[in-house]
């Protein structure tokens, strides 16, 4: 129930969507196609990071899980794909992405990965059949068929 991000990369990044239904910049499943919602969204998130970068002192982890409890185990969520992107510092010559999943390759641009979510919890329940994610272009023009089952996501010249 891993995603493996290799390749042109400096820095190989192995995720685990199992521990982000905890994580703050997780977004509701409802929410990836409405432009107002994702906007306040997405400024919500720069004013936290902006917060993060000034303290002085390391962030202190708010758990809402027990007020959030009755959401977690009933929505489905997405994670935005970009952030982990820029941890992984894509190399220059890197100009797409191979997609390895339970089903064959796919091929898609460096733009539209970057420009994507990941559906990892559905109606509460990790994705296991077609799992680990669902991949999401955020301008939702496959909204109504995902790519599913991505097992690696690798960068290549």
């Not at 409890?69 to 794909?81: D, F, G, N």
């Amino acid at each position: 129930m891993i995603v493996l991000i290799k390749g042109k990369v400096k820095f190989p990044i192995t995720l685990d969507p199992s521990v982000w239904i905890f994580d703050d910049r997780k977004i509701l499943f409802d929410d990836l196609f409405d432009v107002d919602k994702l906007n306040t969204y997405e400024r919500a998130q720069e004013k936290i990071l902006e917060k993060q970068a000034n303290a002085k002192v390391p962030p202190v982890n708010q758990n809402k899980i027990d007020k959030d409890r009755k959401a977690i185990l009933t929505k489905s969520y997405a994670m935005p794909l970009a952030e982990f992107l820029a941890h992984a510092e894509i190399e220059d010559d890197a100009t797409h992405a191979i997609l390895h999943t339970s089903s064959g390759d796919k091929k898609i641009t460096l733009e539209q990965l970057n420009n994507c979510y990941l559906l990892f919890s559905k109606e509460g329940k990790q994705l296991k059949d077609d799992g680990p994610v669902h991949l999401y272009f955020k301008d939702g023009s496959n909204k109504n068929k995902p790519i599913k089952g991505i097992k690696q996501i690798i960068l290549q010249a």
